[in-house]
T-cell receptor, first 117, second 116 residues
């Protein structure tokens, strides 16, 4: 039973289109994330949500809009797709620990490879 | 500016020998370090971590060493097995920092190939 699942795994689309990637976790975690792995292989955080509230919003174009209908889901919607958006997008989740300590162990989905033509 | 650097994009090791993967960081605020392993077409999976209050953490065949003064950590795998062939990502975080939760800074990864 997949812990963090994201769909679709592959997405090929034209510039200017709007697309969404969905993510669901069945681990009961409170926090979910979107990471982007670009062509240079850097894995960078985009957003972090805790109990449906935005916690981290790195410098990401506002064409990217995360939506968390409940704490088990975090979807990523991208408007007006550009060539530079081509990347692998990873969803992840973690259990928020009490207090200030967070060991940072993330559970990742398999990734969604987006290709913008 | 890369805060976490893995300068070796690839490493090839013979089965049974030791694999040593290196990672350097620049941000002295980092106080928690993790290694993730990634197979093709899969998401990264957590492997081992170390807090800055330690200089070594061991889990079976995997040992992570931390040298804070040098801002360097390494992952040792011994003995290496063909199933260890994967991309290994080093990651760091400043646990106590505002908004640090989940804000892991990843290196570019090192592709390890263990040959039978």
């Amino acid at each position: 039973d997949t812990a963090v699942s994201q769909t679709p795994k592959y997405l090929v689309t034209q510039m200017g289109n709007d697309k969404s990637i969905k993510c669901e976790q069945n681990l009961g975690h409170d926090t979910m994330y979107w990471y982007k792995q670009d062509s240079k292989k850097f894995l960078k955080i985009m957003f972090s949500y805790n109990n449906k509230e935005l916690i981290i919003n790195e410098t990401v174009p506002n064409r990217f809009s995360p939506k968390s209908p409940d704490k088990a889901h975090l979807n990523l919607h991208i408007n007006s797709l550009e060539l530079g958006d081509s990347a692998v997008y990873f969803c992840a989740s973690s259990q928020e620990l009490a207090g200030a300590l967070n060991t940072g162990e993330l559970f990742f989905g398999e990734g969604s490879r987006l290709t913008v033509l | 500016d890369q805060q976490v650097k893995q300068n070796s994009p690839s490493l090839s090791v013979q089965e049974g020998r030791i694999s040593i993967l290196n990672c350097d960081y620049t941000n002295s605020m980092f106080d928690y370090f993790l290694w993730y392993k990634k197979y093709p077409a899969e998401g990264p999976t957590f492997l081992i971590s170390i807090s800055s209050i330690k200089d070594k953490n061991e889990d079976g065949r995997f040992t992570v060493f931390l040298n804070k003064s040098a801002k360097h950590l390494s992952l040792h795998i011994v003995p290496s097995q063909p199933g260890d062939s994967a991309v290994y990502f080093c990651a760091a975080s400043a646990v106590g920092g505002q908004g640090s939760q989940g804000n892991l800074i990843f290196g570019k990864g090192t592709k390890l190939s263990v040959k039978p």
